[in-house]
């Protein structure tokens, strides 16, 4: 028996420390496009989740680590996630329109999907949780599918938790983690105001100091998950801390 913790996008930014700082022995597992670094001791399992012909794989690995590790306990964070392309919709490339679409709203719900029914009638402590972010419920002009694809999973979550309280048990949440200092806010930082017309706000956090560093809000995330996030939730770990 070992526990299990597979996380979507942990090559980089939050998902990698998330992965880094599992609060308990597991075998860790990234799901992305590129891997985690050589040394972290971190699996990976290469898939492209804005391709929905690689989501069938990715079930299929997520019962086959289920089944294999005899798990009792276990997470599965999706933490992939992407602005590109930053701009108005009717004007960005209509290609990498539909991959945001497919990654930040489609991906997340068939995952979590297959990951719920790759527990069916195991017993244990398992939890899903979605990353999510203030852009669910804040009007940022230049993020429409962003926004939108985090509004998505955090209506997934409650829906779903809602029918984890009648049967399945699995505690299913989304966390907003706060404005992090990861290459998500890099990009932002290098959109033309014309596509992103907030800009300025982000160059005076990140000037000011005040992107949270991801290994902090890793923390507060695990401590969340392991203090017990009621099911169908939708938080912002930082209104927690
Ligand atoms: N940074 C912030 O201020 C902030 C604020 C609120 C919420 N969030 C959320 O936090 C999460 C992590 O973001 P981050 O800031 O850590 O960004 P990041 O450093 O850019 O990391 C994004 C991760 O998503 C993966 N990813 C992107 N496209 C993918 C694809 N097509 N298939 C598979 N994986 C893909 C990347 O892996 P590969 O490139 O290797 O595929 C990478 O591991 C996201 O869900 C984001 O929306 C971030």
């Given amino acids: 028996m ?3 913790v597979a996380i979507t996008g942990a090559s980089s930014g939050l998902g990698l420390a998330l992965a880094r700082s599992v609060p308990f022995p597991a075998h860790v597992v990234d ?7 050589e040394d972290s001791g971190i699996a990976h399992f290469p898939a492209d989740l804005s391709d929905p012909g690689d989501w069938g794989g990715v079930g299929d690995e997520l019962h086959r680590l289920i089944v294999e590790n005899d798990a009792r306990r276990s997470v599965l964070i999706h933490a992939a996630g992407t602005l590109t ?9 209509s290609i990498a329109y539909t991959s945001n679409v497919l990654l ?14 790759a527990l069916a009638g195991r017993v244990g402590s398992h939890d899903l ?22 509004a ?3 209506q997934w979550v409650r829906n779903v938790g809602a029918e984890q309280k009648e049967r399945g048990g699995v505690r299913i949440s989304a966390v907003a983690p706060g404005v992090l200092a990861t290459a998500m806010q890099t990009e932002i930082r290098s959109a033309a105001t014309r596509d992103f017309p907030e800009i300025d706000r982000f160059h005076d956090l990140h000037e000011h ?9 890793a923390r507060q995330i695990w401590a969340a998950i392991e203090g017990g996030i009621e ?3 939708v938080i912002d770990i930082r209104r927690l801390s």
């Fill in 104 to 117: 930040n709203s489609a991906a997340g719900q068939v995952l979590g999907h297959r990951f719920l029914a």
């Fill in 129 to 150: 949780v979605m990353i999510s972010s203030g852009a669910a419920s804040s009007v940022y002009a230049g993020w429409s599918s962003y926004g939108a694809g985090k």
């Fill in 31 to 37: 799901i992305s496009r590129s891997g985690p670094p």
């Fill in 209 to 217: 100091g005040d992107l949270i560093d991801p290994d902090v809000a």
């Fill in 85 to 93: 392309p930053i701009g108005f919709a009717g004007e960005v490339d």
């Fill in 2 to 4: 070992t526990d299990l």
């Fill in 231 to 233: 099911t169908g939730s």
């Fill in 152 to 154: 998505a999973l955090d």
